[in-house]
Every structure is written in C-alpha cells, then in structure tokens.
C-alpha cells in the first residue's frame, strides 16, 4: 500500500495495491504493520462506522473536543470528496485544509489524524462511507464547523446548496469554534 502525505503531512493518502482479472479484484484494505509505520506511531482503532448518502449530502466539519478521534475514512460505493481541517493553534497548518476524492473506484483511504475537523459531500447519486476511529463517539464533545467558513475557504467541487443536518447548519465559524492546543 502506497502511503502519501498531504499538504498537510499528518494527512495521509493510502493508496491499495489492488490485483484484477476477468474474476474480480483484490486488495489489502487494512494492514495495522504497514499502517503505524506510515503514520509514525501506535494507532489503536476502537469502532467501525457505515454512513450511507446520497447527492450533495455534506457531512461535518465534525470533531471531538475530548477524547478527539483519529479517523480512517474510505468509500466502498459512490465517490465523495473528503476533508480535513487542522485545528491544532500549535501547528504551523492551523485553519488549512486538505482534501481528497474517494471513491469505490480508486479504493484510496484517507487518514485523519486527532486534532482535526473532518467531513465529506457526496459527488455521486449515492455513497457508503466506511471509517475506523481510535476513540468512541460521545456525542457531549462532539462539534462541528460550518462547511463555508470564510476563513477556511475550502473548495468544495460542487454546484448549488449542499443537504445539510441542522447539527452542520448551526456549525461554528472556526474563530468560534473550540479547538486544539
């Protein structure tokens, strides 16, 4: 599996070596060996979700406060574009984003490392979405950045108003927001 680091180098691309023929296809979507070493330390997963959307569905900018959660994100059906905020006010990358086009197709996973805000819209009519976390979700800590933050300005590839939950209409402003040390 091909490990590439982001812009933001925390965030990391992994991209599956996969093996097809006229049967089907092949590939190692998890090795925890392989994946520690790309990430640089010991990573314990805790839980395993499933999200299904459908078309200009935008989840997140989703974080947990405390006990802040690692994530590692793939689409098994459809495609998104995912992505993840830095807000560490330690890190040089605080308030930047990254992003990266998941889908069915390229197999690619996205890592998410703790300290960063986290979301995704779905480019195709639906999408599964599947992601590891190494915390449990509380929903106590759990907050969320509005997905057009001026001061983020991510480049969302997509036309018109986004499907929004009222959890992701009320998000902070990252100037409002809680964030990291």
């Known amino acids: 599996m091909k490990a590439t680091p982001l812009a933001i180098p925390d965030v990391i691309l992994f991209e599956p070596k996969v093996f097809g023929d006229d049967r089907g296809f092949f590939f190692e979507s998890f090795n925890h060996r392989h994946f520690e070493e790309a990430v ?3 990573v314990n997963f805790v839980q395993d979700n ?5 078309k200009n569905v935008l989840r997140g ?3 947990q406060i405390r006990q802040p959660q690692g994530k590692l994100v793939r689409v098994v059906q459809g495609e998104v574009f995912d992505v993840a905020v830095d807000l560490r006010r330690s890190s040089a990358t605080f308030g930047q984003w990254v992003g990266a086009h998941l889908s069915a197709e ?3 996973q996205l ?3 703790e300290g960063f805000a986290h979301g995704f819209v779905v480019l195709s009519e639906t999408a599964e979405f599947l992601y590891k976390t190494t915390d449990y979700y509380l929903p106590e800590y759990e907050r969320s950045i509005v997905w057009n933050d001026g001061d983020i300005a991510i480049q969302w590839p997509f036309e018109g108003e986004p ?3 009222a959890k992701d209409i009320n998000g902070k402003s990252l100037i409002d927001a809680d964030t990291f040390r």
């Not at 499933?50 to 459908?54: C, D, E, G, I, T």
């Open 111 to 113: 890592w998410v490392p």
């Open 40 to 42: 640089g330390k010991p």
């Open 61 to 63: 900018l989703h974080y």
């Open 163 to 165: 499907v929004l939950s």
């Open 50 to 54: 499933h999200s299904r959307s459908v």
């Open 106 to 108: 390229n197999k690619h």
